[in-house]
C-alpha cells in the first residue's frame, strides 16, 4: 500500500484493490472513452447569438471545438485571486470565438464578416451603442489587439497596434456612438520583476488581534514580496480614448489600475486604484482603494474616497465594510455619481432600522451628497429612468427577504413606494425582471410606456418555468400579462421592438429542438418568424424522453425532479436500466419555497459532457437535479439537520425512481460537481443507497473551511458539531460503497482545494475502501482541455461499467 499520497502519474492515483491493469494504479496518459461519449465532446457548437442595442442586427460569434491540454496548459500567474496570461497581460481565457457573422433582424439574412486573419481567437466582442460598429478583441502572440467590425460592410479589422492590458476587464468599453475607453499597456514599460532564485529570508505572517474576521479559504492568493511586485506590473494601465478610424489619445498617468468608466456624457472618468499595503490572505477586490475621477484630457479633478483594506469584516454574509463603497454613474444623468454607504458598522448582527444608505453627488461635486434612500437591508440593485423614476431593490442574505422600491432621485420630498417584496427563494412569486433600452448617452434606462415598464422572467411555477412578458404599472401597481411560453416550447424574451410590447425577439426550444431565435408579433397580426435554423448538434440522441417527476420526503415535502429516459427504451418492456442520478443541495427558509419546481419540461435535451445526460448514450437513465432541500425556518439554521434532511431527499428520489420502474434499486449511482460532490460523499457515507459515487472537485473536511462554506455563514467555531457532522472525512471508515474523486490540480473555487480530494482519497485508502482519485493537470475548477474531459469521460464510464451496471452481487445486493 501507499505510505503517503504522492503522484503516480500525470493524472491518475488509485487504491491497489481497484480494477487498474498496473499496480500502481496508472493507465499511461490520458484515456479515450467509448467512441458515442468521444461524439458528444466534439459535436459542433452553435453561434453564440449577441443581439444589437437597436435590435436591427446581431452578431454570430461562430465556436471552434473545445482547446487542447496544450493550451490549457500554457503558463499562468495566479495573483491575489486573479490568474493571468503572462504573454498576452489577459485573465486567462480559453474559449474564444473563430469567426463572425452579421445577422440582420428584418430580412433574416446573415453575411461572413471579412478582414479576419486565419485561425482567429476572438475574445470580447461590444456593440455600439447605436449599432454601427462591433469592437472585439483578439489574442496574438504578442498581445490582446482592439478590432473593429462595420456593420454596414460586415468587414473588419485592427484598429490600433498598441496593446489592451485586459487583466481585470476587457481592456475597452464605448465612450458615446464613435469613441471607445482602452486600456493599454505602458510605453516603454520596464520588464517584469524577476524572482530571485536565493530567498532572502522567510516570508511571516503576523495579526496583533482585533475582532472576528470572516475571511474564506480562498485561493491564489499573494505568497511574497515579488508576488506583490509581479501584481503591481500585471496591472500597470495608461487609459486613453481611440475613434472609429483609429485615432489614439492616451491620458492620465500609469496607474495600478482596477476598474474604469466614462460618465455617460463621456466628459469624465471613474477610476479605481489599488494601494498598497497587499494582503496574503485576501484577494484583489478587498484591496485597499483609491476612489477617483478624470476629466477626459487626463487631469484629476477629486479623490472621490480612499478605502482601507477589508480585512477584518463583521461575521456573516450581509456583513459589509464601513464607508462608502459601490461607487457608479447614473446611467440617466451626464455626470452624477452614485454609492453606498453602510450603517451601523456594517455588521449586520447590531439591530438597526438602517443598514444601508444610497447617496448621490452630480458634478462638479461640489454640493453636499443627495440621500436618496435608507435601507434597511444590504443594497442589491438599481435600474434608473430620470429623476423621477429608479427602482431600487434590497435584500437580506440572512432570512432570504428581498423588495423593490420606486423613487424619484430628483425629488427630495418623495416618500419611497414599495413595489415588490417576496422571499428571493420565493419563484413563484418572482415578478420578474425590468427591460431597459438606450438612451442618448447609450446607456441602459428603464423602458416605459407612459407609467408601465415591462417585466420579463422565467415564470415558475409547478408546472416548471413558463417565461413571461408584463407590463407592470408603476401608479395601479397591476401588471398585464402580455405573452407567456406555451408547451410544448421553452421560449424567453430577448428584447422588444417598440415600447408597446407588441413585438419583440425571442429565443424558442423544445425537447428535440435547440434553441434558436425568432420575431414574435403580438395582437391581431399575431406571428412568428425564425431568425436562425441551428441544427441538433447530437442527432443521434434524438428521441431521448424527458419527464418531470413530482414527488413527496418522508415529511410530506414536494420534491421534483428531471428524468431522462435513453432513444429507444420503454421501461415496461426493457425493465428497470441501471441509473445515474446527479444533484447539488440548496438551502431554505421555508418549506414553501423548497418543494418549488424548477426549470421546465420543454427545454432542449442538451446532451453535453458537464452533466449526467451523457451516460444516455451509453444506456443509462438519467435522473437529473432531483432537489434536495435543506431547510432552517425561523431561527432555525439549515445546517444543523443537513445531514437527516438530505437522506429524506435521496431516500425520496430513490424510491421514485424504483416505483417508476425506470431504474435497478440495486444499480443506481449518485454523483455531483463542487458541493454536489461534498453530498455524495456524505450520502455515502451515512447510507446505502447508492451503488456507487462520482464526486468531482468537492470539499470533505469542513475544519479546512473554517470561516464558513456555500450558504454557511457561521464560523468553525460557532458551529463545531455542525462542521464535523457535515464532513464526510470524519466517517471515511463507514464508506461501504465505492466512490470516484476527480479533481482540477489547480481549482480556483474557494474551499474546493484539491488537498480535500487528495486527504479523502488517502484516508479511504488507508481504510481499505474502494476508491479512485484522478487528477486533472492545469485544470481548475471546471474542467476545459479536450483531452482532460474526454478522460473524465472515460473515468466515469468506466467506474459506473464496472461498480453499477456489472456489478456482483455483495451484502445482499444483485
Wanted: proline share 7%; no cysteine.
Amino acid at each position: 500500500m501507499f505510505p503517503s499520497l504522492q503522484r503516480l502519474t500525470p493524472v491518475l492515483l488509485a487504491s491497489l484493490s481497484l480494477l487498474a491493469p498496473s499496480a500502481h494504479g496508472g493507465e499511461g496518459g490520458y484515456q479515450l472513452p467509448p467512441p458515442e461519449l468521444q461524439a458528444l465532446v466534439d459535436a459542433p457548437r452553435s453561434p453564440l447569438f449577441k443581439l444589437g442595442p437597436q435590435r436591427k442586427s446581431a452578431l454570430l460569434v461562430s465556436q471552434p471545438g473545445l482547446p487542447g491540454i496544450a493550451e490549457v496548459a500554457q503558463p499562468e500567474l495566479k495573483l491575489a485571486g486573479l490568474r493571468i496570461n503572462p504573454r498576452t497581460r489577459a485573465a486567462s481565457h480559453f474559449d474564444f470565438g473563430d469567426g463572425l457573422s452579421v445577422l440582420d433582424i428584418a430580412s433574416g439574412k446573415t453575411r461572413a464578416v471579412s478582414g479576419l486573419p486565419a485561425r482567429i481567437k476572438i475574445a470580447d466582442t461590444l456593440w455600439s451603442p447605436d449599432e454601427r460598429w462591433v469592437a472585439f478583441s483578439r489574442w496574438s502572440e504578442e498581445g490582446v489587439e482592439l478590432w473593429l467590425l462595420d456593420v454596414s460592410k460586415a468587414s473588419a479589422h485592427r484598429l490600433l497596434r498598441d496593446k489592451l492590458n485586459a487583466t481585470t476587464s476587457a481592456g475597452f468599453a464605448w465612450s458615446g456612438q464613435d469613441k471607445l475607453l482602452l486600456r493599454l499597456l505602458p510605453l516603454q514599460q520596464k520588464p517584469a520583476p524577476q524572482e530571485k532564485a536565493v530567498p532572502a529570508g522567510p516570508n511571516t505572517l503576523e495579526t496583533r488581534g482585533g475582532k472576528v474576521a470572516q475571511n474564506r479559504t480562498y485561493p491564489d492568493m499573494l505568497k511574497n514580496a515579488h508576488d506583490a511586485d509581479l501584481l503591481d506590473w500585471q496591472l500597470q494601465t495608461q487609459l486613453a480614448f481611440v475613434d472609429i478610424r483609429g485615432k489614439l489619445r492616451r491620458i492620465g498617468p500609469v496607474m495600478t489600475l482596477s476598474k474604469a468608466q466614462t460618465s455617460p456624457d463621456g466628459k469624465l472618468i471613474l477610476t479605481t486604484e489599488l494601494r498598497r499595503p497587499y494582503s496574503s490572505m485576501l484577494p484583489l477586490e478587498r484591496y485597499a482603494q483609491s476612489i477617483t475621477v478624470w476629466d477626459a484630457q487626463g487631469k484629476k479633478l477629486k479623490t472621490i474616497a480612499e478605502r482601507p483594506m477589508r480585512e477584518r469584516l463583521p461575521s456573516g454574509n450581509d456583513a459589509v465594510q464601513a464607508g462608502p463603497r459601490d461607487f457608479g454613474w447614473r446611467s440617466d444623468k451626464p455626470a452624477t455619481l452614485y454609492w453606498l454607504e453602510a450603517q451601523a458598522g456594517g455588521d449586520p448582527e447590531v439591530h438597526a432600522r438602517v443598514h444601508d444608505v444610497l447617496l448621490q453627488q452630480a458634478a462638479p461635486f461640489v454640493a453636499a451628497p443627495q440621500k436618496l434612500l435608507e435601507l434597511g437591508w444590504r443594497f442589491a440593485g438599481v435600474h434608473w429612468a430620470s429623476d423621477g423614476l429608479a427602482l431600487v431593490t434590497e435584500n437580506w442574505w440572512k432570512t432570504h427577504d428581498t423588495r423593490t422600491w420606486r423613487i424619484q432621485p430628483g425629488n427630495a420630498d418623495f416618500k419611497p413606494e414599495l413595489l415588490f417584496s417576496r422571499k428571493s427563494e420565493d419563484q413563484y412569486a418572482n415578478p420578474g425582471a425590468p427591460l431597459t433600452t438606450l438612451n442618448q448617452f447609450g446607456r441602459a434606462v428603464l423602458r416605459l410606456d407612459g407609467s408601465s415598464i415591462f417585466l420579463s422572467g422565467a415564470g415558475a411555477s409547478p408546472e416548471g418555468d413558463r417565461p413571461f412578458l408584463d407590463k407592470f404599472d408603476l401608479v395601479s401597481k397591476q401588471s398585464l400579462r402580455l405573452w407567456r411560453s406555451q408547451a410544448p416550447y421553452y421560449e424567453e424574451v430577448l428584447g422588444l421592438f417598440d415600447d408597446k410590447g407588441r413585438s419583440f425577439i425571442t429565443s424558442r426550444e423544445a425537447n428535440d429542438e435547440p434553441p434558436n431565435f425568432f420575431v414574435r408579433q403580438l395582437g391581431a397580426a399575431a406571428s412568428l418568424r425564425a431568425l436562425t435554423q441551428f441544427p441538433h448538434p447530437t442527432p443521434q440522441l434524438k428521441g431521448v424522453r424527458k419527464l418531470q417527476l413530482h414527488y413527496e420526503r418522508d415529511d410530506g415535502l414536494d420534491l421534483s425532479a428531471t428524468l431522462y429516459l435513453p432513444p429507444g427504451y420503454d421501461p415496461k418492456r426493457d425493465g428497470p436500466r441501471p441509473m445515474l442520478m446527479w444533484a447539488y443541495p440548496r438551502e431554505f427558509k421555508t418549506a414553501e419555497a423548497a418543494g418549488q419546481v424548477h426549470s421546465s419540461p420543454y427545454k432542449f435535451n442538451r446532451i453535453g459532457y458537464n452533466g449526467p445526460q451523457a451516460m444516455l448514450a451509453r444506456g443509462y437513465t438519467v435522473l437529473d437535479g432531483p432537489a434536495m432541500p435543506i431547510i432552517g425556518e425561523g431561527r432555525k439554521e439549515p445546517n444543523d439537520s443537513y445531514l437527516e434532511q438530505l437522506k429524506m431527499d435521496a431516500e425520496a428520489a430513490v424510491e421514485e425512481v424504483v416505483r417508476l420502474g425506470v431504474a435497478d434499486r440495486h444499480r443506481i449511482a449518485l454523483g455531483g460537481h463542487s458541493y454536489g460532490a461534498f453530498m455524495t460523499a456524505n450520502l455515502l457515507a451515512h447510507t446505502r443507497l447508492f451503488r456507487a459515487g462520482i464526486a468531482r472537485s468537492g470539499a470533505y473536511n469542513r475544519s479546512l473551511t473554517p470561516f464558513g462554506f456555500q450558504s454557511e455563514d457561521r464560523n468553525f467555531w460557532q458551529a463545531k458539531k455542525t462542521y464535523q457532522d457535515m464532513s464526510p472525512f470524519n466517517f471515511a471508515n463507514q464508506f461501504k460503497d465505492p466512490i470516484l474523486f476527480i479533481h482540477g490540480e489547480q481549482d480556483n473555487n474557494p474551499g474546493t482545494f484539491p488537498l480535500q480530494s487528495e486527504r479523502m482519497y488517502q484516508a479511504l485508502q488507508g481504510l481499505g475502501a474502494v476508491t479512485r482519485l484522478a487528477m486533472l493537470p492545469n485544470e481548475s475548477h471546471g474542467y476545459r482541455a479536450r483531452e482532460s474531459i474526454l478522460h473524465m469521460l472515460w473515468e466515469q464510464d468506466r467506474w459506473l461499467e464496472t461498480y453499477v451496471k456489472n456489478a456482483k452481487a455483495e451484502n445482499g445486493k444483485e
